[in-house]
């Protein structure tokens, strides 16, 4: 398995031309890159091998691309591009590091509000996914109070009761946006538009998990007191990585995280992932918003 990193280029310096055909008059260029939409060459992030992608303008042949990254075993996909990919490889947005490393990004954001994390309260918006899932096996055994925001609370009953008789944690489900205003701490694992933006309590952390990219700019338009977050730098061996990059190299290096990725959800695999993290030793340098430190 391999990874391809596409971007997009309006510099034809950046597509591999001889040094001599880039004396060439511009429309000669332009009609070269047409017919040369893109420039491949390999690279390696750790140990995971994969290609830098460089496609020229927003080019119409990007499912070509896709089936050649294909033919050279390119398992998934990392980009910033706003080209619409199709669904022929899987694009790695980071949000299962996002869920495994919460904890950490809540504590830094709870340094800021002057806070403790036993005095903190978290809500969870659930997202119907596996990633909700996580970041409830994450949270609860290191936190005082923890709610969900949900149109189906009977999916964690078992689930609470677990959590209540292991830890003595209540934990609360509720659909009524007007409780937004209790915590300080508001998760997102949802794709949804739900409108709860001026309900969130003043100066709260915002975490989008779930890479709700329309979601998090109507935020950032509507409420300059929250901080927001989908995503942050992560330290491994005195590198620093974004948290896609780190889920590309684990998904290709590491079986059990690509079973962990692509097979039903159990906390068994959950707890043997965590246990790879530490062994790793990879740890939440500071907070991003759309890839800028906050």
């Not at 429309?27 to 140990?47: A, D, V």
């Not at 504590?107 to 809500?123: G, N, P, V």
């Not at 003595?168 to 409108?195: A, H, K």
């Not at 707890?271 to 430190?293: A, D, S």
Request: hydrophobic content about 40%; proline content about 3%.
């Amino acid at each position: 398995m391999k990874f391809a990193e596409i971007v997009v280029s309006h510099k034809k310096e950046d597509f591999g031309i001889p040094p001599f055909f880039l004396k060439f008059p511009d429309f000669m260029l332009h009609w070269y890159l047409l017919h040369h939409p893109f420039y491949i060459q390999e690279i390696t992030l750790e140990n995971a091998t994969g290609y830098h992608v460089t496609v020229y303008q927003e080019t119409e042949n990007i499912e070509k691309l896709l089936l050649e990254l294909q033919q050279k075993q390119v398992d998934v996909l990392l980009t910033d591009c706003d080209i619409v990919l199709p669904s022929i490889i899987d694009i790695s947005y980071g949000s299962v590091i996002h869920s495994l490393f919460i904890l950490e990004a809540a504590k830094k954001a709870i340094k800021r509000q002057s806070k403790t994390l036993q005095e903190s309260k978290f809500l969870i918006v659930d997202g119907k996914n596996f990633v909700t899932n996580i970041v409830l096996e994450i949270l609860y055994p290191h936190i005082n109070y923890l709610s969900i925001y949900t149109e189906n609370p009977e999916r964690f009953l078992q689930k609470a009761e677990e959590i209540y008789e292991e830890y003595g944690l209540r934990l609360e489900f509720f659909s009524d946006t007007r409780l937004f205003q209790e915590f300080n701490i508001v998760i997102n694992c949802s794709c949804g538009m739900d409108n709860y933006d001026y309900k969130i309590q003043k100066n709260a952390f915002f975490f989008d998990i779930a890479q709700n990219e329309q979601k998090m700019q109507r935020l950032m338009a509507r409420r300059n007191d929250l901080l927001l977050s989908n995503g942050f730098l992560l330290k491994w061996r005195n590198k620093t990585y974004l948290s896609k990059q780190i889920e590309v190299i684990l998904r290709i290096t590491e079986p059990l995280f690509y079973k962990f990725l692509h097979y039903e959800y159990h906390k068994e695999t959950l707890i043997n992932i965590i246990n790879l993290l530490q062994q790793k030793e990879i740890t939440v340098i500071t907070l991003t918003c759309f890839g800028k430190r906050v």
